[in-house]
């Protein structure tokens, strides 16, 4: 395998930060990823997916091994139902449209989410009330250290928003490198609660919307909401969105009217980030070569030139001024390195 010296990641990260990795190695299959991992089991590793749920805000000076792995295999099936096996390498959009052209559904909602499938189960990668969870069978993962292959199931990978255990206890222990699925071949399960898919349905005169025009919905919309991340970089949603205590919603409910709503449990509520950043005043704000996007205030966005470090210190300020003017803490969904 080729170890390249000196690689600029401006290509490999959706953010289209320029930082240097010391050394790069694009990794194809797993066998290559085993030894590669087994000659250098002593060195700390940068591991490097879709780049699309990153902030880099230096250079690398760990190996970066990118994660490069393809493949798309149906491992069984029924006239109800099919698994499929997708490896870590594969673009998510891509292995979303490959389903819908085989009529295979139950990741329709989550259409032009950035980022590759290796990454989707770290993230539990969510959108328009559905989680990859609700679609997930078990995932192949390498661990570092001893170079032996795990299959986790749904239980053991912890799911919660964007959450799971690899985010967590197992962070940096483990390479993802194949994901299971169980999608639909009949009797598709539309999930149209969110209105605005419902909307954009009505809008094009869709009564009777199949998986593909749920699709088709939902491109509309994200392309409507968020920057190409070709042309204006950006990470997508940069923060999650808060869950609070019913006490804290009913005293800002008292200050903000308006102030839209998800109830989680009896107890917890879910309010938008976005709302609270552009209440706060900054959406649409612009800090020379980056800023918050004039269309969605979860989305950060480097102009072109900007540094990590630029878009890292305005996330900052937006989380103080956001804890300080509604007493909400909200966390990032991209990670920062």
Request: aromatic share 10%; glycine share 8%.
């Amino acid at each position: 395998m080729e170890v390249k010296q000196n690689v600029s990641l401006k290509p490999f990260n959706t953010f289209g930060i320029d930082v240097t990795a010391k050394s790069y190695i694009d990794i194809t299959d797993v066998k290559q990823l085993s030894v590669y991992l087994k000659e250098n089991s002593s060195k700390e590793l940068f591991i490097l997916g879709g780049g699309s749920n990153m902030l880099l805000t230096k250079d690398i000076e760990d190996p970066v091994l990118h994660i490069n792995i393809k493949g798309i295999d149906i491992v069984e099936e029924n006239k109800n139902s099919v698994k499929v096996k997708a490896m870590a390498g594969e673009n998510w959009h891509d292995f979303v449209l490959w389903s819908l052209n085989k009529n295979f559904g139950g990741i329709e909602n989550l259409s032009l989410i950035p980022g590759n499938i290796g990454t989707a189960p770290i993230q539990n990668i969510g959108a328009y009330g559905v989680e990859l969870k609700d679609v997930f069978v078990s995932c192949e993962a390498i661990e570092i250290k001893t170079q032996r292959i795990k299959t986790f199931t749904k239980k053991d990978c912890q799911f919660g928003y964007r959450e799971s255990i690899f985010k967590q206890d197992l962070r940096g222990k483990y390479i993802i490198t194949s994901v299971t699925l169980t999608l639909t071949r009949i009797n598709h399960r539309l999930n149209l609660d969110y209105g605005a898919i419902k909307n954009q349905l009505e809008f094009i005169g869709i009564v009777q919307p199949t998986i593909q025009d749920v699709s088709k919905a939902v491109i509309k919309i994200r392309q409507s909401k968020l920057p190409d991340p070709s042309k204006i970089g950006n990470s997508g949603s940069f923060f999650k969105n808060p869950v609070i205590s019913k006490e804290a919603f009913n005293e800002l409910k008292n200050n903000f009217k308006d102030v839209p709503f998800y109830q989680i449990s009896e107890s917890k509520v879910k309010v938008p980030a976005g709302w609270l950043i552009e209440k706060a005043g900054f959406k649409g704000k612009r800090f020379g070569n980056y800023g918050v996007h004039k269309k969605q205030a979860l989305v950060l966005v480097n102009y072109g030139e900007a540094k990590g470090s630029d878009i890292y210190n305005l996330a900052t300020l937006i989380k103080t001024t956001i804890q300080r003017l509604f007493n909400i803490k909200i966390e990032t969904e991209v990670n920062i390195l």
